[in-house]
């Protein structure tokens, strides 16, 4: 059974930083894409970031360009997305989801909310 479980969000001051954390168990010794996808109120959800199991980037939105950086470690099933320089926009609920064998699987999210 696949468990996905991300943590670190919280509220945060324009400019500041969070580091996200999410879990992944039950994968296997399998290729997989894992990254993050966020959904602001009101809006849809977007992707943010995804790498794969080598480490290789598969996707990256605009806004997370030299701000967001996605890491992962594939023996520990984790991966991270450190953000810098957050801004107000940048309000939402970080999901962490997992692409395994054409099936998604995605963990509960993590609140960011960046206000002065």
């Known amino acids: 059974q696949v468990t996905i479980v991300e943590s670190g969000g919280g509220v945060v001051q324009p400019g500041g930083s969070l580091r996200l954390s999410c879990a992944a168990s039950?994968?296997?010794?399998?290729?997989?894409?894992i990254g993050w996808y966020r959904q602001a109120p009101g809006k849809q959800r977007e992707v943010v970031a995804l790498?794969?199991?080598?480490?290789?980037?598969?996707g990256e939105a605009d806004f997370a360009k030299g701000r967001f950086t996605i890491s992962g470690d594939n023996v520990k099933k984790m991966v991270y997305l450190q953000m810098n320089n957050l801004k107000v926009e940048d309000t939402a609920d970080y999901y962490c989801c997992l692409s395994r064998f054409g099936e998604d699987y995605w963990g509960r999210g993590t609140q960011v909310t960046v206000s002065s």
């Open positions: 790498i794969n199991s080598g480490g290789g980037m598969e």
């Open positions: 039950g994968i296997g010794d399998v290729w997989y894409i």
